[in-house]
């Protein structure tokens, strides 16, 4: 069953009895940072509540497996825009352990969308005009060395300004304990 009626029933409510006052800020972040990280349901409150991280205080860019997948996909242009445009100067890609990017099989998934009623001839369409699909849905084996490609891409990006800092970071999603794998102050541009 669909959770969108329930969701509109509650928000009527919400915004009928004010309760967005607590949250009221503007679109620039506080602490002057843009997060990078992952998608998983395990981080949506524990992530920021682990990093003393308030709304209005940070960007969060979210992708699965916190990878900036193409250096001119969505992601980049996200943190370009929080950099440029909205006065963040410090950069965090925070993958974490037990990631589901880390368990993709590229076949199966096409398997599961040839089983949903995907046409195995579109399937087709698609690798013959050159887009590699395992290649594209392909997630990684090891967070640590995923994070670092990612500060590398973003550390390294012909359009990112020099001076700001890019940390890479691991979460544990059960106890939000934060690895350090690379400090981006000793690294700066
Ligand atoms: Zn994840």
Redesign the pocket.
């Known amino acids: 069953m669909s959770s969108l009626q329930e969701i509109l029933n509650f928000n009527e409510s919400f915004v009928k009895f004010k309760q967005y006052e607590p949250f009221i800020t503007s679109k620039f972040p506080d602490k002057k940072i843009v997060i990078l990280t992952?998608?998983?349901t395990r981080l949506v409150e524990l992530l920021p509540k682990a990093m003393n991280m308030r709304n209005g205080d940070v960007k969060i860019v979210k992708s699965?497996?916190?990878q900036v997948s193409h250096p001119f996909g969505a992601v980049m242009r996200s943190i370009l825009v929080a950099v440029y445009e909205l006065k963040a100067d410090e950069v965090y890609v925070i993958g974490?352990y037990d990631?589901?990017?880390s368990a993709i099989e590229p076949e199966q998934m096409i398997g599961k969308m040839v089983e949903r009623g995907v046409n195995k001839d579109i399937i087709n369409i698609v690798n013959y005009t050159g887009i590699d699909l395992v290649e594209w849905l392909r997630g990684f084996g090891d967070v640590s060395t995923s994070v670092l490609k990612s500060v590398d891409i973003i550390r390294n990006h012909p359009l990112m300004p020099t001076g700001v800092p890019v940390h890479g970071l691991v979460m544990d999603p059960g106890t939000g304990k934060l690895d350090l794998l690379s400090n981006g102050n000793e690294n700066i541009k």
Do not use: I, K, P, Y
């Open positions: 992952c998608m998983d699965a497996g916190a974490h990631c589901g990017m």
